[in-house]
């Protein structure tokens, strides 16, 4: 079988990528309304084990689009035959996409989960008996995966996401969009500075992120702060072949807002957590929550 030059630049472009930054994320100037209890509560569990012990969860609530105003953010493949051939994307006029004004989070549900210092994530997601109990609820309350939060230990300033952290966040926007397609959908990150005050960021990773993910071409390694380029593709940056690329290349600063939500009131322990002074989710618990029906600001209805 004889290849023409066409077809073997063609096969070989497929496995280039030519990084570039983007600069906007796709969601709009209202950004991130965070649920200021939620994330209290979520950040006074991990000061538990001085954040030294990994956490995620998933961030509940509605996207609120902004019906008034288009943004250019819609990212196009544009093939090259010359140089190096990569991949490369432009943001095309005649294509226009409505950016969601903002991500409202109403509630963090913590599933099952180990740490696992060894692990490149920190923890293991373990299986969630819960899972499908827990959607069915979330849709009959109007509520809907928006996104995630991660809370991990310290780190050296300008180190934001680690690679498999980036990797993660890249997977998640792809379930959320249904491929490699803009969405809304947050990363939300929770540590500690040198100072024990608590920082709380907002994050997306860009469209050829996700492709590269989609694609297996990135992969995790030994310095957390770049990701790995699977030695089937290269990625070129500044011009040459680079064997990693740094995870804040990939990233969107996302503006938060904090939110106090009117929809939930309640104390009641968290699901999936190994140490709560109160005991857990229990039927003591449970009475005493429902025991404040009419106070608090909520009642029973029918």
């Known amino acids: 079988m004889a290849w023409t030059l066409a077809e073997f630049t063609a096969m070989d472009e497929q496995y280039n ?4 930054r983007q600069e906007d994320s ?3 100037s209202g950004g991130v309304r965070l649920e200021s209890d939620a994330v209290n509560d979520f950040q006074n569990y991990l000061r538990r084990f001085s954040f030294m012990q990994q956490r995620f969860g998933w961030l509940y609530g509605r996207f609120e689009e ?4 288009e943004k250019d953010t819609k990212m196009e493949e544009e093939r090259t035959s010359s140089g190096w051939g990569a991949r490369v994307y432009k943001e095309p006029d005649e294509k226009k996409i409505k950016k969601n004004k903002q991500v409202v989070v109403e509630a963090i549900y913590e599933p099952p989960q180990r740490p696992d210092p060894s692990a490149a994530e920190g923890f293991e997601m373990l299986d969630d008996p819960d899972e499908e109990n827990v959607e069915a609820l979330s849709q009959m309350l109007g509520l809907t995966k928006v996104g995630w939060i991660v809370g991990h230990p310290p780190r050296e300033e300008g180190f934001q996401l680690s690679n498999a952290e980036v990797i993660m966040a890249a997977e998640f926007q792809l379930e959320s969009a249904g491929g490699i397609e803009p969405t809304p959908f947050v990363t939300i990150r929770v540590t ?19 492709e590269m993910v989609a694609e297996e071409a990135l992969e995790v390694g030994p310095n957390p702060g770049f990701c790995y380029v699977n030695d089937t593709f290269t990625a070129i940056q500044e011009g ?11 990233l969107t600063l996302v503006p938060i807002h904090r939110y106090q939500s009117e929809m939930f009131v309640n104390k009641f322990p968290r699901a999936n957590r190994a140490y709560d002074e109160r005991g857990g989710q229990t039927h003591e618990e449970m009475k005493r929550q429902l025991s404040k029906s009419g106070q608090s600001g909520w009642t029973f209805i029918d």
């Open 192 to 210: 500690v500075d040198d100072n024990g005050q608590t920082s709380v960021d907002a994050f997306q990773v860009s469209l050829q992120c996700m």
């Open 66 to 69: 902004e019906p008034s105003e």
């Open 26 to 28: 796709f969601i709009g």
């Open 240 to 250: 040459k072949p680079s064997a990693t690329v740094e995870n804040n290349f990939f």
């Open 17 to 20: 990528f030519k990084i570039k």
